[in-house]
């Protein structure tokens, strides 16, 4: 198993999908898929390298919106790209978990 195919199973992940900010000069509207504690992924068509670090805001379910600081991954050319999430406080940590634990109860 590939390193990128190991993170990608670290974290229970929501479909979604969610409403998103990319944010940068100018705040461009994206859709989040596959939500975790560790990343998402950001459907864009802008294409996008990796290792590139930007900062989402994502209207989670439960909590609002919130703002994370991440890493790109990889891409799927015309759909997106993978983000890790880096430098996340204990606080946004604990707000991820409940989210997600929120929307899973609710899906069973």
């Known amino acids: 198993m590939n390193a990128v195919a190991a993170n990608r199973r670290q974290h229970v992940r929501v479909a979604g999908p969610f ?20 990343g998402c ?20 379910p439960g909590e609002g919106w919130i703002r994370v600081k991440g890493q790109t991954l990889y891409a799927k050319p015309e759909f997106g790209f993978a983000v890790r999430f880096v430098e996340v406080s204990e606080e946004l940590s604990a707000r991820i978990e409940r989210a997600l634990r929120q929307m899973g109860e609710s899906s069973s």
């Open 19 to 38: 409403d998103g900010r990319r944010l940068g000069v100018i705040p461009i509207e994206v859709r989040i898929y596959d939500l975790s504690q560790g």
């Open 41 to 60: 992924f950001v459907n864009s068509m802008l294409e996008q390298k990796s290792g590139v670090v930007i900062v989402l805001e994502i209207d989670v």
